[in-house]
């Protein structure tokens, strides 16, 4: 798996929660990785944001034992609601 592109979601003092789109080859939507910056260089894993046929939507799976605050969930419900819009206009366009 290799990352695409870095999107900062939250950003304060020197922790930052980043959101990495990766390679989903042969599927026609897309994967994601949440992660928080630490000292390895790869990032804490908490959680991934994928389509799920069942909501229709992009949805985000938290990581067990993940605890977040109202601005970091605030940076994921911006990133949803923005990559489902992009979602449904390119259906829009098939």
Same mark, same amino acid.
Not at 1 to 19: A, C, L, N, R, W
Not at 80 to 93: A, F, M, P, S
């Given at each position: 798996?290799?990352?695409? #592109? !870095?999107?900062?979601?939250?950003? $304060?003092? =020197? ?11 042969? #599927? #026609? &939507? ?7 910056? !630490? $000292? &390895? ?17 992009? *949805?985000?799976?938290?990581?067990? &034992? ?9 940076? *994921? @419900?911006?990133?949803?609601? =923005? @990559? ?7 259906? $829009?366009?098939?």
């Amino acid at each position: 798996m290799s990352f695409i #592109k !870095d999107v900062v979601i939250y950003k $304060k003092g =020197e922790t930052k929660v980043y959101i990495n789109q990766c390679h989903n080859k042969g #599927k #026609k &939507t897309n994967f994601y990785t949440v992660r928080k910056n !630490d $000292k &390895t260089g790869l990032g804490h894993l908490l959680g991934f944001i994928y389509y799920s046929g069942a909501w229709w939507q992009y *949805i985000f799976e938290p990581s067990n &034992t993940t605890i977040w605050s109202s601005s970091c969930l605030l940076g *994921i @419900t911006k990133f949803l609601d =923005e @990559t489902n819009k992009k979602q449904r206009e390119r259906w $829009k366009l098939n």
